[in-house]
């Protein structure tokens, strides 16, 4: 039984909505001008290791993509979050960046990226993640 302090499960459902929208029209499909329409413009961020700011994953998320144009979503998502958890404001997903082998780049091994958002007020205002600076992924495509 839900206690008149939680929020209620449709609202957790439409932040999920968000991030995975997020997700995918921006990072899919390499489109940063779709950040102002997911991020609030008072985004923070909570890695260290990664631009502040709106502005600064904006200019992040062009560099990613510099000189790639945007791609049309697909009907089916490219990569698939391996898990995605709502509960109240806080959204989590893991998902998988298969990376070569250092010994056998034949060979591959799951790299799993986990990220957390605040969403408020229908957009996302706080950003965790569990990329760091020492162990970076060589790819995330």
């Known amino acids: 039984m839900a206690s008149e302090n939680s ?9 999920k909505q968000i991030v995975l929208d997020f997700y995918r029209n921006v990072f899919e499909a390499q489109n940063p001008d779709a950040i102002k329409d997911y991020v609030a413009e008072d985004y923070k961020q909570n890695n260290p290791h990664l631009p502040a700011g709106r502005s600064g994953l ?3 998320v062009r560099k990613i993509f510099e000189g790639k144009a945007p791609l049309p979503l697909s009907a089916v998502p ?5 898990l995605v958890l709502a ?3 806080l959204v989590v997903m893991a998902v998988c960046f298969p990376q070569p082998e250092p ?6 091994y799951p ?3 986990f990220d957390a958002f ?4 229908g957009k996302i205002s706080e950003h965790w993640s569990g990329i760091n ?3 970076p992924p060589k790819h995330l495509d």
Do not use: M, W, Y
Request: aromatic content about 6%.
């Open 58 to 60: 904006e200019e992040l």
């Open 7 to 15: 929020i209620p499960l449709s609202l957790a459902l439409q932040n």
């Open 111 to 113: 790299f799993f990226v």
């Open 133 to 135: 600076k020492i162990a």
């Open 87 to 89: 509960e109240g404001d």
């Open 103 to 108: 010994d056998d780049p034949s060979r591959t």
């Open 118 to 121: 605040r969403v408020q007020d």
């Open 78 to 82: 490219h990569r698939e979050p391996e």
